[in-house]
Every structure is written in structure tokens, then in C-alpha cells.
């Protein structure tokens, strides 16, 4: 069966890549071969394998990618301490030079021996990069001139606060006015009575029946 799935990758998907690639790491293997194992799991091709790994989830376990190297050396050096001193001579074997895993960083697509092979598509395509490269882009911008916003609102939130100060500041000078006038008010008031009450006294005078008769000044 063709791999040609398009959907998109879960969670469960990224930890079963990242736990295989460091488990190949750890045992000496390479990172193509734990990209053809988790394809065949998935039934994704190897090299949307290596494209998620290097794009997405790499950079989410380099502590362990550098940890998994580490106990790769330490398993190594154990194994070249129990080989034995002497050995039978044999024939040469010609090793082929294996790279390291930062060579595969993404995997050549393998060349297709069959016309069903020539048929299938990959699933990562140039189209889906180009424009992942372009919402990429534009989300920068937007996310540019939502900064300038905020700047923008921060200066006037500031502005509104001085101003606010400034309007507390002249409604407790007119409150202290305010109470000031109506202290002179009330004492004039005072005075103004007072000077009434001994400008007017009424006088009064007993009539022949016994009432009290005001006599107008």
C-alpha cells in the first residue's frame, strides 16, 4: 500500500518519534533507520519522519538527544573493553564510514524501482512549505504591529493617568475653595443676624383689657 497520508501529526505521534529516534541514538544506530521504523508504524514515508523530527519535535528534547549520545560513547567504550586483547587475524573487512546523526538532518527520498512507487506522493510537498514559510512570515508582521499597538496604548494609558492627577489635583484645590466660601458665608450669615437682633428690639405695651399691643418704631 502507497503512503500518502496528509493529516496532521498528534501528540501521541511526536513522543513515539522522539522515544524512537532516542532509543536509536542510545544503541548506536542512525536516525534514517528510526525514521523508516516509526514510517512503517504510522505509515508515513521516512522523510516526512525526518521533516516533522527536524522541524518540530528536535527542539524539544536536545537535552536528551545530547544525553542519548553520551550513553551511546559509555556503551561503546564497554564493548571495545571486553573484546579480548588478541584476536584471530582475518580477513580485511572495508567498513564504510557511518555519518554522524547531525548529518540526517533530512533524509534523501529514496529513488523509485517500480511504477507504483512512481505513483506515490510524499507527504510533505514544496507547495505546503512555501506556504507554511508564508503564514510564518505574515504572522511576524502581524504580530509586529500588534506590539506597536500595545506601545501605542501603553503611552496613552499614561497620558490619561497624568491627566487624571492633574484633574484630582485641581478638584481638591476648588473642594478647599468651596469650603473656604461657604465658611465666609456662613459667618457673614452670623454677623448679618446679629447686627439685626440689636438694630430691632420690639417693644410692647399693656392695653386697658390686658393685651399686649407691638409698638411699631
Known sequence: MPKVRQDAWSHEDDLLLAETVLRHIREGSTQLKAFDEVGDILNRTSAACGFRWNAE??????????LAKKQRKEKKRKEAKQQPVYQRPQ?????????EDDDY???EPAVPETQEENSTQPDIRLE???SYLT???QESKSSGSLQNRLSELERHNKELI????QLNGQLEAMTEDYQALIQIMDRARKMVMFDDSDAYRPQFRMEKNGNLE????
Open 162 to 165: 497624568e491627566q487624571n492627577q
Open 57 to 66: 519535535v528536535r527542539q524539544k528534547y536536545e537535552q536528551a538527544v545530547e
Open 91 to 99: 580477513a580485511p573487512v572495508v567498513y564504510q564510514a557511518e555519518p
Open 135 to 137: 503564514n510564518l512570515k
Open 128 to 130: 505546503d512549505i512555501i
Open 214 to 217: 407691638n409698638l411699631a418704631r
Open 105 to 107: 538532518l533530512l533524509p
